[in-house]
Nanobody, 114 residues
Framework: QVQLVESGGGLVQPGGSLKLSCAAS????????AGWYRQAPGKQRELVAR???????VYADSVKGRFTILRDNAKNTVYLQMNSLKPEDTAVYYCLVLTPVAYWGQGTQVTVSS
């Protein structure tokens, strides 16, 4: 069973940046897919970005050009670099890995507000 621990969330002003980290309890080098999802109050959880072990990426239209997903297999960590943050990016962000069994992290709160 893979355990995931997210970090890096917080309060940031509109236009600011945050970098989320997702540390896995074991090697992720052979994990086919890793990704980030988010859930805002009253809304369904949605895909933000995902990355394969070959480096192929998919982004939600709402974050294209602003967010970047990275995976460092040597550190067993997946990152989400978030730039030009908007109030509508406010949500709890969850890390996911597919082994293909799905494992989720506990979530980290991101709040974008002035």
């Amino acid at each position: 069973q893979v355990q995931l621990v997210e970090s890096g969330g917080g309060l940031v002003q509109p236009g600011g940046s945050l970098k989320l980290s997702c540390a896995a309890s074991e090697s992720i080098s052979r994990i086919p897919v890793a990704g980030w999802y988010r859930q805002a109050p009253g809304k369904q959880r949605e895909l933000v970005a995902r990355i394969t072990n070959g480096g192929n990426t998919v982004y939600a239209d709402s974050v294209k050009g602003r967010f970047t997903i990275l995976r460092d297999n040597a550190k067993n960590t997946v990152y989400l670099q978030m730039n030009s943050l908007k109030p509508e990016d406010t949500a709890v962000y969850y890390c996911l890995v597919l082994t293909p069994v799905a494992y989720w992290g506990q979530g980290t709160q991101v709040t974008v507000s002035s």
